[in-house]
């Protein structure tokens, strides 16, 4: 089998995305053949040379690069199948991607719209609910429609923002009705990327500001004294076929995120070694582990999610209350990410992780070709 894995990209989670996909490309089964397709910050694609396969499978603490080399950039042909990705002098055969994208233009339905136009399988969730899910205030409102707990928040738009009128009435009505601290983060961008805490007016001010430069949607939320407890969930929530274990949804140990920095932002995440500690399982009562995992399930289902996804929850310190609060459908896959340490720790190492998330991508893919598209 031949894997395609599609890297880099125009978003904020670029370097990212280029240590994830080292570390998915060293995981997939030497037995499959595995082309990288790097895409540049402006957009490009190219395929990659062989070469470079090789030196980060020889060198497990390296990242991916991108070669820019004209006469290999990569073209996509509408249901083109197997054959849909094209360079000037060559058709590519490929049986399945593995998007290792994060954010922008990789997480948020439109690698997974192209795909599906070019009909060929791939990880992770499909179109809708990648687009969905992208989205945390759509997102926090199919959850609430099902009986899940969200974080209390207000939700401002630019159009709010370019009218002063509106501006402070929101402003007001998220202070009034929130109280300080407050948490503002752009809707639609991943990794804490323009996330800040403010503790006055004027925090909140800039805060809003540095949120807008990433989305035109920008969520003011409730500051929880809280524990983070992430969840990781595999599976198709559509289509499985119950007697088949790559597809049934499967909630794995949760962990827990106990970071150093005021929150679990962007340098903790990535920058700072000592930025959070990591707790797997977490030390939290068997009970409330195991409902941690029902209601992850309960999200990845609500949302249609399918392949893979991390579901982040708070507990309050002060109530126990339990809040979802994100998913991530393509969560990173870097060597100290949650994601793959939490399935290592059910039992699931790296390689049959790789392995599970392929078979199951084919089987959704196959399952979808039997819809009629056509009278």
């Known amino acids: 089998m031949t894997i395609a894995v599609i890297y880099g990209g125009r978003s904020g989670e670029h370097e990212i995305s280029l240590i994830s996909a080292a ?4 995981g997939i089964s030497k037995a499959n053949k595995v082309l990288l397709i790097g895409i540049t910050k402006e957009g490009t694609w190219y395929l990659q040379p062989e070469d470079e396969y090789n030196r980060i499978c020889n060198d497990t603490s390296s990242a991916l690069t991108i070669t820019q080399d004209p006469d290999n950039q990569v073209f996509i042909s509408p249901a083109g199948k197997k054959n849909c990705f094209r360079t000037p002098k060559q058709t590519l055969t490929v049986d399945v991607v593995f998007p290792a994208l994060h954010g922008t233009y990789g997480e948020d339905g439109t ?14 969730c499909g179109t809708m609910s990648s687009s969905l899910t992208m989205d945390k205030e ?8 099902v009986g899940i707990p969200v974080v209390p ?18 402003f007001e009505n998220a202070i009034s009705t929130l109280g300080f601290p407050l948490f503002v983060k752009p809707c639609c961008a991943g990794s804490s990327n323009g996330a800040n805490k403010a503790t006055n007016a004027k925090e909140l001010s800039f805060a809003l500001m540095e949120a807008f430069s990433w989305d035109d949607k920008v969520l003011i939320e409730k500051s929880i004294n809280a524990r983070e407890i992430e969840c990781s969930v595999t599976g198709n929530s559509t289509t499985a076929d119950p007697n088949n274990i790559d597809e049934v949804v499967t909630a794995y140990i949760p962990g827990e995120i106990l970071p150093t920095h005021v929150f679990y932002d962007f340098d903790a995440k990535y920058n700072d070694p000592n930025g959070a500690r990591l707790a797997i399982p977490a030390e939290i009562k068997e009970e409330t582990l195991e409902k941690i995992r029902t209601i992850a399930v309960k999200a990845y289902c609500a949302l249609d999610a399918s392949g893979l996804s991390r579901v982040d929850f708070f507990i309050d310190k002060d109530t126990n209350q339990i809040y979802f609060n994100e998913i991530n459908t393509l969560p ?17 190492d790296f390689e049959e992780l790789t392995n599970l998330l392929i078979n199951e991508a084919v089987l959704r893919y196959n399952a979808r070709a039997k819809l009629q598209t056509s009278r």
């Open 332 to 348: 990173g896959f870097t060597p100290i990410s949650m994601f793959p340490k939490m399935c290592q720790e059910a039992g699931l």
């Open 138 to 145: 759509k997102t926090k409102q199919v959850l609430q429609a």
């Open 153 to 170: 928040y207000v939700c401002m738009k630019r159009t709010d923002m370019m009218d002063s009128r509106r501006y402070d009435q929101v």
């Open 23 to 26: 570390a998915i490309t060293r």
């Open 111 to 124: 690698i997974q719209g192209l795909l599906d136009m070019a009909d060929i399988p791939y990880v992770g």
